[in-house]
């Protein structure tokens, strides 16, 4: 899955037609590396929007993040951003694989659509 020459080798497809699906490349390519800036990026306008809804009095749902935010606005920030990046790097490494490819656009309409919720509770709380 990561080899010494993960984003530095040439191999940016597989080398024969029946390796095509479920193989592992050197270079995800530049629509995967935009998908995984997308994610990553909807993920920070997450943190920060959930940071603002929470100072003007909303609860957070997800066990994990509450218990980050008990610690520190930042640990919630770094924990949530490296779950993030693990993930969508996961995605990303597997676009080769169906599942993977439909996983990576889940997550981009689940942000997505989060985002659009962020900002419709920003005009109504």
Not at 6 to 20: N, T
Request: hydrophobic share 50%; with cysteine.
């Amino acid at each position: 899955m990561l080899s010494g020459y993960f984003l530095r080798g040439r191999r940016r497809a597989s080398r024969r037609s029946a390796e095509g699906l479920y193989s592992y490349v050197d270079r995800p390519g530049a629509w995967m590396l935009a998908a995984f800036g997308c994610i990553v990026g909807l993920s920070l306008l997450d943190a920060w929007y959930t940071l603002d809804l929470l100072k003007r009095g909303a609860t957070e749902a997800n066990p994990v993040m509450k218990l980050a935010l008990e610690v520190s606005d930042g640990a919630f920030v770094v924990i949530k951003t490296v779950i993030t990046i693990l993930g969508a790097g996961f995605l990303c490494l597997h676009k080769n694989w169906p599942l993977g490819r439909l996983c990576l656009v889940v997550a981009l309409l689940g942000y997505s659509l989060l985002l659009g919720y962020h900002l419709y509770a920003q005009f109504t709380v």
